[in-house]
Protein backbone atom coordinates (compact mmCIF):
# COMPACT_ATOMS: atom_id res chain seq x y z
CA UNK A 1 0.00 0.00 0.00
CA UNK A 2 1.20 4.06 -0.58
CA UNK A 3 -0.42 6.99 0.72
CA UNK A 4 0.23 10.35 -0.69
CA UNK A 5 -1.31 13.85 0.36
CA UNK A 6 -3.64 15.47 -2.49
CA UNK A 7 -2.02 18.58 -2.74
CA UNK A 8 -4.68 21.23 -3.71
CA UNK A 9 -5.54 24.69 -1.34
CA UNK A 10 -8.66 22.80 -0.20
CA UNK A 11 -10.75 25.20 1.94
CA UNK A 12 -9.80 28.86 2.44
CA UNK A 13 -7.15 30.02 4.39
CA UNK A 14 -5.95 26.63 5.08
CA UNK A 15 -8.92 26.13 7.32
CA UNK A 16 -9.36 22.80 8.97
CA UNK A 17 -11.33 19.93 7.44
CA UNK A 18 -13.39 18.54 9.60
CA UNK A 19 -14.99 15.92 7.42
CA UNK A 20 -15.05 14.10 3.90
CA UNK A 21 -17.59 11.58 2.36
CA UNK A 22 -17.39 9.64 -1.01
CA UNK A 23 -20.45 9.57 -3.14
CA UNK A 24 -21.71 6.16 -3.47
CA UNK A 25 -23.05 4.72 -6.42
CA UNK A 26 -20.28 6.59 -8.69
CA UNK A 27 -21.06 4.45 -11.74
CA UNK A 28 -24.97 5.66 -11.88
CA UNK A 29 -23.58 9.38 -10.96
CA UNK A 30 -21.06 9.12 -13.83
CA UNK A 31 -18.09 10.45 -12.03
CA UNK A 32 -16.86 9.84 -8.28
CA UNK A 33 -17.76 13.00 -6.40
CA UNK A 34 -15.63 13.69 -2.72
CA UNK A 35 -17.75 16.42 -0.22
CA UNK A 36 -15.48 17.94 2.24
CA UNK A 37 -16.53 20.41 5.01
CA UNK A 38 -14.52 22.71 6.93
CA UNK A 39 -13.71 25.62 9.01
CA UNK A 40 -13.96 28.02 6.75
CA UNK A 41 -17.78 27.51 7.13
CA UNK A 42 -17.98 25.76 3.23
CA UNK A 43 -18.56 22.57 1.64
CA UNK A 44 -16.99 21.85 -1.30
CA UNK A 45 -17.24 18.71 -4.17
CA UNK A 46 -14.53 17.12 -5.81
CA UNK A 47 -14.41 14.82 -9.03
CA UNK A 48 -12.12 12.29 -7.56
CA UNK A 49 -9.87 10.19 -9.88
CA UNK A 50 -6.60 8.75 -10.28
CA UNK A 51 -5.32 10.39 -6.79
CA UNK A 52 -5.97 13.15 -7.70
CA UNK A 53 -9.05 15.66 -7.41
CA UNK A 54 -10.72 18.29 -9.75
CA UNK A 55 -12.61 21.15 -8.19
CA UNK A 56 -16.51 21.42 -8.79
CA UNK A 57 -18.79 22.83 -6.72
CA UNK A 58 -18.45 24.87 -2.93
CA UNK A 59 -21.84 25.11 -1.23
CA UNK A 60 -22.36 27.97 0.71
CA UNK A 61 -25.13 28.29 3.49
CA UNK A 62 -23.40 27.50 6.95
CA UNK A 63 -22.69 30.62 8.73
CA UNK A 64 -20.16 28.19 11.21
CA UNK A 65 -18.01 25.49 10.44
CA UNK A 66 -18.96 22.10 8.82
CA UNK A 67 -18.67 19.60 11.31
CA UNK A 68 -19.94 16.28 9.31
CA UNK A 69 -20.96 15.49 5.33
CA UNK A 70 -22.41 12.68 4.54
CA UNK A 71 -24.14 11.33 1.52
CA UNK A 72 -27.17 9.06 1.40
CA UNK A 73 -27.41 5.78 -0.17
CA UNK A 74 -28.19 6.51 -2.90
CA UNK A 75 -26.14 9.19 -3.50
CA UNK A 76 -28.47 12.09 -4.80
CA UNK A 77 -28.78 13.57 -1.37
CA UNK A 78 -26.07 15.37 1.15
CA UNK A 79 -26.27 16.16 4.65
CA UNK A 80 -24.27 18.58 6.19
CA UNK A 81 -24.45 19.89 9.75
CA UNK A 82 -21.82 22.40 11.52
CA UNK A 83 -22.05 24.65 14.49
CA UNK A 84 -24.51 27.16 13.40
CA UNK A 85 -27.10 24.27 14.78
CA UNK A 86 -28.24 23.81 11.12
CA UNK A 87 -28.67 20.44 8.73
CA UNK A 88 -29.26 21.14 5.12
CA UNK A 89 -29.46 19.17 2.12
CA UNK A 90 -28.57 19.28 -1.06
CA UNK A 91 -28.93 17.57 -4.71
CA UNK A 92 -26.91 18.13 -7.95
CA UNK A 93 -28.62 20.88 -9.99
CA UNK A 94 -29.70 20.38 -13.59
CA UNK A 95 -27.99 23.93 -14.60
CA UNK A 96 -24.43 26.09 -13.19
CA UNK A 97 -25.61 29.01 -10.82
CA UNK A 98 -22.69 31.05 -10.48
CA UNK A 99 -22.94 34.24 -7.98
CA UNK A 100 -22.22 37.86 -9.93
CA UNK A 101 -18.90 38.84 -8.47
CA UNK A 102 -17.58 36.24 -6.97
CA UNK A 103 -14.13 34.73 -8.40
CA UNK A 104 -14.06 30.96 -7.15
CA UNK A 105 -17.25 30.68 -9.00
CA UNK A 106 -15.95 31.08 -12.37
CA UNK A 107 -14.05 27.40 -11.62
CA UNK A 108 -17.11 25.92 -10.93
CA UNK A 109 -17.77 22.77 -12.79
CA UNK A 110 -21.56 22.04 -11.65
CA UNK A 111 -24.10 23.62 -9.15
CA UNK A 112 -25.88 22.20 -5.96
CA UNK A 113 -28.49 23.33 -4.71
CA UNK A 114 -30.39 23.57 -1.09
CA UNK A 115 -33.48 21.87 -1.36
CA UNK A 116 -34.30 21.43 2.32
CA UNK A 117 -33.08 22.08 6.07
CA UNK A 118 -33.62 21.16 9.41
CA UNK A 119 -33.08 24.24 12.46
CA UNK A 120 -31.96 22.73 15.55
CA UNK A 121 -30.36 25.43 17.32
CA UNK A 122 -27.35 23.95 18.77
CA UNK A 123 -23.49 22.97 17.54
CA UNK A 124 -24.05 19.52 15.22
CA UNK A 125 -20.86 17.31 15.35
CA UNK A 126 -22.57 14.13 13.71
CA UNK A 127 -25.11 12.48 12.03
CA UNK A 128 -26.10 9.64 9.51
CA UNK A 129 -28.58 8.11 7.41
CA UNK A 130 -30.77 5.30 8.19
CA UNK A 131 -32.30 4.62 5.20
CA UNK A 132 -34.62 8.04 4.10
CA UNK A 133 -34.60 8.74 7.85
CA UNK A 134 -31.48 11.05 9.44
CA UNK A 135 -30.25 10.95 13.11
CA UNK A 136 -28.53 14.03 14.63
CA UNK A 137 -26.11 14.15 17.32
CA UNK A 138 -26.08 17.54 18.80
CA UNK A 139 -24.34 19.44 21.81
CA UNK A 140 -27.28 19.82 23.73
CA UNK A 141 -26.95 16.11 24.55
CA UNK A 142 -29.89 14.96 22.25
CA UNK A 143 -30.23 12.73 19.36
CA UNK A 144 -33.21 13.50 16.87
CA UNK A 145 -34.71 11.35 14.15
CA UNK A 146 -36.14 12.87 11.41
CA UNK A 147 -37.94 11.01 8.12
CA UNK A 148 -36.73 12.88 4.76
CA UNK A 149 -39.51 13.26 2.85
CA UNK A 150 -40.59 15.16 -1.01
CA UNK A 151 -42.70 17.89 -1.29
CA UNK A 152 -42.81 18.68 -4.38
CA UNK A 153 -39.10 20.02 -5.37
CA UNK A 154 -37.91 19.99 -2.00
CA UNK A 155 -36.91 17.60 0.83
CA UNK A 156 -38.58 17.83 4.59
CA UNK A 157 -37.26 16.47 8.05
CA UNK A 158 -39.93 15.33 9.51
CA UNK A 159 -39.06 14.95 13.51
CA UNK A 160 -40.32 11.08 14.95
CA UNK A 161 -38.42 10.91 17.71
CA UNK A 162 -35.90 12.68 20.19
CA UNK A 163 -34.02 10.78 23.09
CA UNK A 164 -32.31 12.64 26.08
CA UNK A 165 -30.43 9.37 27.31
CA UNK A 166 -26.96 11.05 27.12
CA UNK A 167 -25.06 13.84 29.87
CA UNK A 168 -22.59 15.29 27.30
CA UNK A 169 -22.12 16.04 23.84
CA UNK A 170 -23.17 13.65 21.46
CA UNK A 171 -20.01 13.03 18.96
CA UNK A 172 -20.53 9.84 17.19
CA UNK A 173 -23.97 8.47 15.67
CA UNK A 174 -24.07 5.22 13.76
CA UNK A 175 -26.31 3.19 11.83
CA UNK A 176 -26.93 -0.75 11.28
CA UNK A 177 -29.64 -2.17 10.24
CA UNK A 178 -32.38 -1.71 12.90
CA UNK A 179 -29.66 -0.43 15.63
CA UNK A 180 -29.24 2.97 16.20
CA UNK A 181 -26.16 3.96 18.60
CA UNK A 182 -24.67 7.45 19.79
CA UNK A 183 -21.10 8.30 21.39
CA UNK A 184 -20.92 10.93 24.01
CA UNK A 185 -18.24 12.72 26.32
CA UNK A 186 -20.21 11.32 29.00
CA UNK A 187 -17.95 8.34 28.45
CA UNK A 188 -20.95 6.35 27.17
CA UNK A 189 -22.21 4.00 24.21
CA UNK A 190 -25.88 3.78 23.95
CA UNK A 191 -27.67 1.39 21.83
CA UNK A 192 -31.64 1.47 20.68
CA UNK A 193 -33.29 -0.50 18.76
CA UNK A 194 -34.75 1.65 15.48
CA UNK A 195 -38.31 0.36 13.99
CA UNK A 196 -39.25 0.86 10.43
CA UNK A 197 -41.34 4.04 11.65
CA UNK A 198 -38.27 5.94 12.82
CA UNK A 199 -38.99 5.40 16.75
CA UNK A 200 -36.48 4.05 19.04
CA UNK A 201 -36.43 2.31 21.98
CA UNK A 202 -33.59 2.49 24.14
CA UNK A 203 -31.81 -1.02 24.46
CA UNK A 204 -28.43 -0.19 26.45
CA UNK A 205 -26.01 2.45 27.85
CA UNK A 206 -22.62 1.20 28.56
CA UNK A 207 -20.41 2.78 30.82
CA UNK A 208 -18.02 0.71 33.06
CA UNK A 209 -16.79 -2.29 32.35
CA UNK A 210 -16.35 -3.63 36.05
CA UNK A 211 -15.47 -0.95 37.40
CA UNK A 212 -13.47 0.84 35.47
CA UNK A 213 -14.51 3.71 33.07
CA UNK A 214 -14.46 2.18 29.53
CA UNK A 215 -14.14 5.60 27.51
CA UNK A 216 -11.85 8.86 27.23
CA UNK A 217 -13.65 11.80 29.36
CA UNK A 218 -14.81 14.70 28.36
CA UNK A 219 -11.30 16.27 28.11
CA UNK A 220 -10.66 14.16 24.93
CA UNK A 221 -8.77 16.60 23.04
CA UNK A 222 -11.28 15.58 19.60
CA UNK A 223 -14.56 16.70 18.63
CA UNK A 224 -15.30 13.74 17.72
CA UNK A 225 -15.45 9.83 18.55
CA UNK A 226 -16.81 8.63 15.18
CA UNK A 227 -18.06 5.18 16.23
CA UNK A 228 -19.02 2.36 12.78
CA UNK A 229 -20.84 -0.61 12.20
CA UNK A 230 -19.56 -3.52 9.97
CA UNK A 231 -21.26 -3.44 6.56
CA UNK A 232 -22.55 -7.27 7.55
CA UNK A 233 -24.06 -5.54 10.39
CA UNK A 234 -22.85 -8.16 12.96
CA UNK A 235 -19.79 -5.69 14.59
CA UNK A 236 -20.20 -2.32 16.54
CA UNK A 237 -16.52 -1.14 17.32
CA UNK A 238 -15.96 2.07 19.59
CA UNK A 239 -13.19 4.45 19.77
CA UNK A 240 -11.79 7.02 22.34
CA UNK A 241 -11.83 3.80 25.18
CA UNK A 242 -9.48 3.35 27.70
CA UNK A 243 -8.67 -0.18 29.39
CA UNK A 244 -8.48 -0.97 33.19
CA UNK A 245 -4.52 0.05 33.15
CA UNK A 246 -6.03 3.96 31.40
CA UNK A 247 -4.12 3.15 28.05
CA UNK A 248 -5.80 3.82 24.56
CA UNK A 249 -8.22 0.96 23.09
CA UNK A 250 -11.00 0.47 21.17
CA UNK A 251 -14.45 -1.86 22.26
CA UNK A 252 -15.69 -4.60 19.83
CA UNK A 253 -19.45 -5.34 20.24
CA UNK A 254 -21.47 -7.94 18.48
CA UNK A 255 -24.63 -6.31 17.61
CA UNK A 256 -27.10 -9.12 18.27
CA UNK A 257 -25.12 -9.79 21.63
CA UNK A 258 -25.27 -6.36 23.06
CA UNK A 259 -26.81 -7.52 26.26
CA UNK A 260 -23.21 -8.85 26.91
CA UNK A 261 -21.50 -5.62 26.13
CA UNK A 262 -18.01 -5.71 24.68
CA UNK A 263 -16.80 -8.75 23.40
CA UNK A 264 -12.94 -7.72 22.10
CA UNK A 265 -10.58 -4.83 23.44
CA UNK A 266 -7.90 -4.03 20.94
CA UNK A 267 -5.52 -1.94 22.98
CA UNK A 268 -1.95 -0.80 22.45
CA UNK A 269 -2.14 3.27 20.59
CA UNK A 270 -0.30 5.51 21.43
CA UNK A 271 -2.68 8.16 20.80
CA UNK A 272 -6.18 8.42 21.61
CA UNK A 273 -8.70 6.41 19.06
CA UNK A 274 -10.71 8.90 17.58
CA UNK A 275 -12.46 7.67 14.90
CA UNK A 276 -13.42 3.79 12.79
CA UNK A 277 -14.23 2.71 9.37
CA UNK A 278 -15.22 -0.29 7.29
CA UNK A 279 -14.04 -1.10 4.33
CA UNK A 280 -17.20 -1.70 2.23
CA UNK A 281 -16.22 -5.05 1.12
CA UNK A 282 -16.10 -8.39 2.39
CA UNK A 283 -13.40 -10.81 1.88
CA UNK A 284 -12.84 -14.70 2.04
CA UNK A 285 -11.22 -15.47 4.86
CA UNK A 286 -7.77 -16.83 5.45
CA UNK A 287 -8.54 -18.28 8.75
CA UNK A 288 -10.68 -21.00 9.47
CA UNK A 289 -10.91 -20.22 13.15
CA UNK A 290 -12.37 -16.70 12.12
CA UNK A 291 -15.08 -15.31 14.10
CA UNK A 292 -17.13 -14.79 10.65
CA UNK A 293 -17.44 -16.83 7.35
CA UNK A 294 -15.61 -14.42 5.72
CA UNK A 295 -13.17 -11.44 6.44
CA UNK A 296 -13.87 -8.06 7.76
CA UNK A 297 -11.82 -5.05 7.17
CA UNK A 298 -11.22 -1.96 9.01
CA UNK A 299 -9.43 0.90 9.81
CA UNK A 300 -8.90 2.70 13.54
CA UNK A 301 -8.05 6.62 13.06
CA UNK A 302 -6.10 8.04 16.09
CA UNK A 303 -4.90 11.72 16.60
CA UNK A 304 -1.95 11.14 14.43
CA UNK A 305 -2.19 7.19 12.45
CA UNK A 306 -4.02 4.97 11.07
CA UNK A 307 -3.84 0.95 11.83
CA UNK A 308 -5.43 -1.12 9.42
CA UNK A 309 -7.02 -3.99 10.62
CA UNK A 310 -9.35 -7.14 9.72
CA UNK A 311 -11.48 -10.28 11.20
CA UNK A 312 -9.06 -12.57 10.37
CA UNK A 313 -6.31 -14.06 12.87
CA UNK A 314 -7.90 -12.83 15.94
CA UNK A 315 -7.94 -9.49 14.78
CA UNK A 316 -4.30 -9.10 13.95
CA UNK A 317 -3.27 -5.52 12.53
CA UNK A 318 -2.29 -5.42 8.85
CA UNK A 319 -0.46 -2.58 9.25
CA UNK A 320 -0.03 1.15 10.49
CA UNK A 321 -0.08 4.63 8.23
CA UNK A 322 1.85 7.18 9.82
CA UNK A 323 3.76 10.71 8.86
CA UNK A 324 1.00 11.63 6.19
CA UNK A 325 -0.73 14.72 8.21
CA UNK A 326 0.68 17.63 10.24
CA UNK A 327 -2.21 17.99 12.97
CA UNK A 328 -4.63 15.73 14.18
CA UNK A 329 -6.96 13.50 11.91
CA UNK A 330 -10.81 14.09 11.76
CA UNK A 331 -12.23 11.47 9.09
CA UNK A 332 -11.52 8.33 6.89
CA UNK A 333 -13.75 7.04 4.13
CA UNK A 334 -13.10 4.34 2.02
CA UNK A 335 -14.64 4.13 -1.54
CA UNK A 336 -16.72 0.94 -3.05
CA UNK A 337 -14.31 -1.05 -4.46
CA UNK A 338 -12.28 -1.05 -0.95
CA UNK A 339 -8.91 -0.01 -2.14
CA UNK A 340 -8.46 3.51 -1.39
CA UNK A 341 -8.81 4.90 2.33
CA UNK A 342 -9.59 8.74 2.28
CA UNK A 343 -8.38 10.72 5.28
CA UNK A 344 -8.94 14.42 6.14
CA UNK A 345 -6.99 16.55 8.75
CA UNK A 346 -6.72 19.38 10.70
CA UNK A 347 -4.04 20.77 8.61
CA UNK A 348 -6.95 21.58 5.98
CA UNK A 349 -5.53 18.77 3.70
CA UNK A 350 -6.69 15.49 2.78
CA UNK A 351 -4.74 12.45 1.89
CA UNK A 352 -5.22 9.00 0.03
CA UNK A 353 -3.72 5.88 1.19
CA UNK A 354 -3.93 2.97 -1.85
CA UNK A 355 -4.21 -0.90 -1.51
CA UNK A 356 -3.38 -2.94 -4.29
CA UNK A 357 -6.54 -4.98 -5.55
CA UNK A 358 -5.49 -8.24 -3.73
CA UNK A 359 -4.62 -6.81 -0.86
CA UNK A 360 -7.05 -8.08 1.51
CA UNK A 361 -7.87 -11.24 -0.80
CA UNK A 362 -10.27 -12.35 -2.78
CA UNK A 363 -14.08 -10.96 -2.72
CA UNK A 364 -16.35 -13.23 -0.19
CA UNK A 365 -19.50 -14.24 -2.34
CA UNK A 366 -21.39 -16.27 -0.11
CA UNK A 367 -24.49 -15.05 2.27
CA UNK A 368 -23.76 -12.99 5.28
CA UNK A 369 -24.78 -14.91 8.53
CA UNK A 370 -25.22 -12.69 11.44
CA UNK A 371 -22.41 -13.13 14.26
CA UNK A 372 -23.29 -15.04 17.45
CA UNK A 373 -21.66 -14.62 20.59
CA UNK A 374 -20.96 -18.44 20.61
CA UNK A 375 -18.57 -17.55 17.93
CA UNK A 376 -16.66 -14.42 19.26
CA UNK A 377 -12.99 -15.56 20.33
CA UNK A 378 -10.21 -14.20 20.55
CA UNK A 379 -6.54 -16.29 21.35
CA UNK A 380 -4.27 -14.65 24.18
CA UNK A 381 -3.12 -11.11 22.88
CA UNK A 382 0.55 -12.61 22.72
CA UNK A 383 -0.52 -14.37 19.50
CA UNK A 384 -1.09 -11.20 17.58
CA UNK A 385 1.76 -8.58 17.50
CA UNK A 386 2.00 -4.88 15.33
CA UNK A 387 4.91 -2.58 15.18
CA UNK A 388 3.66 1.43 16.17
CA UNK A 389 5.44 3.53 14.58
CA UNK A 390 6.94 7.39 15.37
CA UNK A 391 5.42 10.28 13.93
CA UNK A 392 7.13 13.85 13.06
CA UNK A 393 5.90 17.26 13.32
CA UNK A 394 6.33 19.77 11.22
CA UNK A 395 4.71 23.19 9.89
CA UNK A 396 2.88 23.08 6.32
CA UNK A 397 2.96 26.43 4.70
CA UNK A 398 0.33 28.75 3.60
CA UNK A 399 -0.97 26.62 1.04
CA UNK A 400 0.97 23.79 -0.06
CA UNK A 401 2.31 20.72 2.08
CA UNK A 402 6.33 21.06 3.01
CA UNK A 403 8.52 18.52 1.93
CA UNK A 404 8.57 16.18 4.87
CA UNK A 405 9.49 13.00 5.83
CA UNK A 406 7.50 10.73 3.69
CA UNK A 407 4.46 8.07 5.09
CA UNK A 408 5.49 5.68 7.53
CA UNK A 409 3.85 2.00 6.56
CA UNK A 410 4.12 -0.45 8.61
CA UNK A 411 3.15 -3.58 7.26
CA UNK A 412 3.06 -6.51 10.51
CA UNK A 413 3.15 -10.44 10.97
CA UNK A 414 6.59 -10.07 12.04
CA UNK A 415 7.98 -9.05 15.50
CA UNK A 416 10.25 -6.33 16.01
CA UNK A 417 11.87 -6.22 19.59
CA UNK A 418 11.66 -3.87 21.50
CA UNK A 419 8.53 -2.05 19.58
CA UNK A 420 5.31 -1.32 21.34
CA UNK A 421 1.96 -3.74 20.39
CA UNK A 422 -1.04 -3.58 19.24
CA UNK A 423 -3.24 -6.53 20.57
CA UNK A 424 -6.61 -7.39 20.92
CA UNK A 425 -8.08 -9.08 24.05
CA UNK A 426 -11.37 -11.00 24.64
CA UNK A 427 -13.03 -9.95 26.83
CA UNK A 428 -14.79 -12.58 29.36
Known amino acids: MDAVTIAVHWHDENKPIYSLDLQPNAAQHQILRLATGGGDNNVRIWKFADNSVEYLSTLRKHTQAVNVVRFNSKGDVLATAGDDGFVFLWTKSDTIVKELGDEEDDDMKESWQCVGNITIG ?6 CWCGDYLAIGSMDNMLRVYHVVENGKKLVGKPVHTSENNDHFIQGVAFSNRYLFTQSADRSIVSYKFDENGSLSLLHKFQKLGGTQMYQSENLQ ?10 DGSLLITPAGLDENGLNCVYVYSITNLQNGPVIRVGGFVKPAIIVSFNPRLYKRSDETSILPYKVVFAIG ?20 SNIHYQPITDLTWDEDGTKLLVSSMDGFCSVVNFASDTFGPSYGGPKPILSSEKVHVQDSATATATATATTTATPSQHTPQKKQGPTIDTFFKDKKGKKRITPTLIS
Open 122 to 127: NELVDL
Open 222 to 231: SFFRRLSCSP
Open 302 to 321: TLDSIVIYSTDNDFRPLGQI
